[in-house]
Each structure stands twice: as structure tokens, then as C-alpha cells.
């Protein structure tokens, strides 16, 4: 059963180790399931040495293929580079693309401060 993030701070709370891996495919992601990892994050580098060339169609795509290799692993979404810098409205506008046209459970970002969402 997929895990929700009420079971992660549950999990936290109590000591117990939650295992998180990174998959860019859906093979992958099938097998991390099998396996039975909590969650699964589609990181931002796609075996890149940088985050830089990464869009969001690339995540979207690597993403899905994720979700369809994982239907039952809590899978997050990392938003590339650029794709919420910008303003507030364009970061929850990825976002919304990762919830719904890959469907992602979480989206993770990096840096920010209160002036970002």
C-alpha cells in the first residue's frame, strides 16, 4: 500500500527508517517498487552532471514513466531548474503539472525563501 506523508511523520517520529531512492524510468521505478521502497524522487539531474539542460517536459516525461513502473510507491517530483525561479504564479503552475499530468504525490524544490510560494 502507497505510503502517505501522515505515514512519513508517523515514521520519523518513531525512529523507523524510511528508504528513498532515485528512478528516472519506468523499469526502474518497478523494481524499486518490488523491492519496497517507500518513496521513489525523479531527480532533477536525469545522469546529467549539471541540473542546467533539464526541462520540464523532461521531467514530466521521466516522471510518468515512474508513476506507471511504481502505481503503489509514494513518488516525488523534482522541479528542474527555472521552472519556479521566476515568480510564484509559474512555480505553482509546474507544480500543478507534475500533480496532474504525471501524478506525482509530492513536489520537491530547492532553495527559496519566503518570497518563493
Known sequence: ???????????????????WLTGYDYLTA???EKAGVDMILVGDSLGYDTTYPVTMEDMIIHSKAVRRGAPDTFVVGDMPYMSYQASNEEAVRNAGRFTKEALCDAIKLEGGGPEIC
Open 30 to 32: 518497478k523494481y524499486e
Open 1 to 19: 500500500m502507497k505510503k502517505s506523508i501522515l505515514d512519513f511523520n508517523r515514521m520519523a517520529q518513531s525512529g523507523e527508517k524510511i528508504t
